[in-house]
T-cell receptor, first 111, second 115 residues
Framework: TQLLEQSPQFLSIQEGENLTVYCNSSSVFSSLQWYRQEPGEGPVLLVTVVTGGEVKKLKRLTFQFGDARKDSSLHITAAQPGDTGLYLCAGHNNAGNMLTFGGGTRLMVKP | GAVVSQHPSWVICKSGTSVKIECRSLDFQATTMFWYRQFPKQSLMLMATSNEGSKATYEQGVEKDKFLINHASLTLSTLTVTSAHPEDSSFYIC???????????FGPGTRLTVL
C-alpha cells in the first residue's frame, strides 16, 4: 500500500503570511494531485503534477513535484481568509488505477 | 467541466434501515467509479472501486455485504448501506473516472446520519 504523509496536519496563520504544506511518501507516484475541500463539499482539484521536478503555479499557489516523484509541496503566498480549507494531496500509483490520499492539512487564515 | 452528482446530499435514517446513495457522471462516461468515506476532520478513505458491469473491489476492512455497490451503467453507481448503525454515520464521497481522459472527478458528497 502506498502511503502519503502530509504535514502539518493543522495550520492557523494570519492573513498575508506565507505557508508551505508538504506531502511525502517512500513510494513513487506516476502523478500527484492537490485538492482543496470545504466543509460539506467534495474535494476540488487544484493541480496535477506528472513530471519529476515539475513546478506549477496557480495565482498565489505554487506546486512542486519532487525529482524522484515521491514528494510534493504546496506553497501559498500572502494567504487570504478565502484560502481556508482542507488541502489534500493524492497520488496515482504506477498502474494509474488507484488514487491514494494523504491525511490532509487543515488551513485556517485569520483576517 | 465534467460534473459528478450525488443524491441525496444529506440523509438521516433510523438504525437498522438501509440507505442508497447514487453517484452519476453527468456529461461523461465512467467505466470506473470510486467510493470514499470521510470522517470529520479526516482525509478520504477509499472504500471500494466500482467497475461497470462487474463486481466491485473492496478495500481491506470494508464489509462488502454491508456496503453494496452496483455499477449498472457507464454513468451510474450506487452505494447501499445496509442495516445502518450510528457508527456508519459519515460523509460518503464518490468519484468517477472519465473513460476517455482518465481524469477523476469528485462528487459533492452525501452526509449520512444514522440515529
Amino acid at each position: 500500500t502506498q502511503l502519503l504523509e502530509q504535514s502539518p496536519q493543522f495550520l492557523s496563520i494570519q492573513e498575508g503570511e506565507n505557508l508551505t504544506v508538504y506531502c511525502n511518501s517512500s513510494s513513487v507516484f506516476s502523478s500527484l494531485q492537490w485538492y482543496r475541500q470545504e466543509p460539506g463539499e467534495g474535494p476540488v482539484l487544484l493541480v496535477t503534477v506528472v513530471t519529476g521536478g515539475e513546478v506549477k503555479k496557480l495565482k498565489r499557489l505554487t506546486f512542486q513535484f519532487g525529482d524522484a516523484r515521491k514528494d510534493s509541496s504546496l506553497h501559498i503566498t500572502a494567504a487570504q481568509p478565502g484560502d481556508t480549507g482542507l488541502y489534500l494531496c493524492a497520488g496515482h500509483n504506477n498502474a494509474g488505477n488507484m488514487l491514494t490520499f494523504g491525511g490532509g492539512t487543515r488551513l485556517m487564515v485569520k483576517p | 467541466g465534467a460534473v459528478v452528482s450525488q443524491h441525496p446530499s444529506w440523509v438521516i435514517c433510523k438504525s437498522g434501515t438501509s440507505v442508497k446513495i447514487e453517484c452519476r457522471s453527468l456529461d461523461f462516461q465512467a467505466t470506473t467509479m470510486f467510493w470514499y468515506r470521510q470522517f470529520p476532520k479526516q482525509s478520504l478513505m477509499l472504500m471500494a472501486t466500482s467497475n461497470e458491469g462487474s463486481k466491485a473491489t473492496y478495500e481491506q476492512g470494508v464489509e462488502k455485504d454491508k456496503f453494496l455497490i452496483n455499477h449498472a451503467s457507464l454513468t451510474l453507481s450506487t452505494l447501499t448501506v445496509t442495516s445502518a448503525h450510528p457508527e456508519d454515520s459519515s460523509f460518503y464521497i464518490c468519484s468517477a473516472r472519465d473513460t476517455h481522459t482518465d481524469t477523476q472527478y469528485f462528487g459533492p458528497g452525501t452526509r449520512l446520519t444514522v440515529l
